[in-house]
């Protein structure tokens, strides 16, 4: 989400910005052994083991979600099918800059215009060639749901546009759907939680009598059952065995939640990764977002467990297990811009490897208990 402004004489200076095959399974088994051997003391519970399906893995999310969302996606197209972006912008937009990320890529206009989605479609084109991302034939049979709302001053709607062009690139037209006629502000947007449909401020849960999540999930995974209101769990869980036992070193919680269908106790489920906005965390809002969002239910009739990584607000020096550590994220966004490095985008970066660990972990078949 957009950041806080501070005004200055004559101009506008910013404060903080918007939300902003065979290996594969080695390490799946790898990382079973692993963690069988981390220490019991954490913050939270451990991420069960639930043994799922993650060839078909989605991710969301709205605004710097958005971007995380389409970042993950293209860096890790082997197994992911499919986005639903909301308020997003496209894939490497940010180019590693700040101003870029708050000027270009948000709010673009003639003297400062959004960097050509043809050229980022290049950039990772040849990324893909180098094993730093995924290759991008692999984004081909990928699904997209790309949202604007029309009443959102936070992120043009023409950066989503902008989107739509970045994806044509590899994914067909007719795999690709595109919703602009909403009249809602700059936030998640359901049929009957939140509030006005054209309010931009926390928690940024909007009603606007359109169900985003139904409409995403339906759009990547294909018909759907309708939704239920019983039958799944909200478990909060540790983030920091996924980072070296400090989540907090890349600007990520202590804990994270699932949303864990009864189904999916005894069953192989799907996943679906929901990315919060900035000020949207767990943090900044408790839990509206992965109670209200809208995907729960959803899941709960259709044999999905809803993953929602969580960030914290940093803004400046901390100690962490290998040294000093300098982060400069008071909104509490996704890092689409570099705050936690120059590889950002790319299948090494920091949370995306976290958010990577946490899937294989949910792939791990459990073992029956001991008799």
Not at 108 to 114: A, N, Q, S
Not at 143 to 154: I, K, N, P, Q
Not at 157 to 183: D, H, M, S
Not at 332 to 355: E, F, M, N, P
Request: net charge positive.
């Amino acid at each position: 989400m957009r950041a806080a402004l501070v005004h200055g004489p004559g101009r506008v200076i910013v404060a903080a910005i918007m939300d902003r095959g065979k290996s594969f399974w080695r390490g799946v088994a790898l990382l079973g052994a692993v963690l069988a051997l981390a220490p019991a003391a954490r913050a939270a519970e451990p991420l069960p083991a639930l043994g799922a399906d993650l060839a078909q893995t989605s991710v969301s999310g709205v605004s710097s979600g958005a971007a995380m969302a389409a970042q993950f996606h293209v860096a890790h197209s082997s197994f992911v099918i499919g986005a639903g972006l909301l308020a997003g912008v496209p894939y490497y937009c940010a180019q590693g800059s700040l101003r870029t990320a708050l000027w270009n890529c948000m709010t673009p206009r003639d003297w400062w215009r959004l960097p050509a989605p043809e050229m980022l479609a290049h950039v990772a084109l040849g990324l893909g060639g180098t094993g730093l991302i995924d290759p991008t034939t692999g984004l081909a049979r990928a699904r997209v749901w790309l949202f604007a709302g029309s009443e959102d001053r936070t992120v043009d709607p023409l950066v989503t546009e902008g989107g739509r062009r970045f994806y044509r690139a590899f994914v067909p037209a007719a795999q690709i759907a595109v919703v602009t006629k909403v009249p809602a502000g700059h936030a998640m947007v359901t049929a009957e939680t939140g509030a006005a449909c054209a309010t931009t401020a926390p928690p940024f849960l909007n009603q606007c009598g359109f169900d985003a999540a139904g409409a995403l999930l339906a759009h990547i995974h294909g018909p759907l059952a309708p939704p239920s209101d019983a039958g799944g769990r909200l478990i909060a869980y540790d983030q920091n065995e996924f980072l070296d036992g400090d989540a907090g070193a890349a600007s990520l919680a202590p804990a994270g939640y699932a949303w864990i269908p009864d189904a999916c106790a005894g069953a192989r489920c799907r996943v679906h990764v929901a990315f919060h906005g900035c000020r949207q965390s767990a943090e900044a809002v408790g839990e509206t977002f992965v109670r209200n969002a809208g995907y729960n239910r959803w899941a709960s009739a259709n044999r999905m467990i809803v993953l929602y990584p969580q960030t914290i607000a940093r803004n400046g020096w901390r100690r962490s297990a290998h040294g000093p550590n300098f982060v400069f994220n008071p909104r509490g966004c996704w890092d689409w811009w570099g705050y936690t490095g120059a590889d950002y985008h790319l299948k090494s970066a920091a949370q995306l490897q976290a958010v990577r660990l946490m899937l294989m972990r949910l792939a791990i078949v459990p073992q029956p208990a001991p008799r």
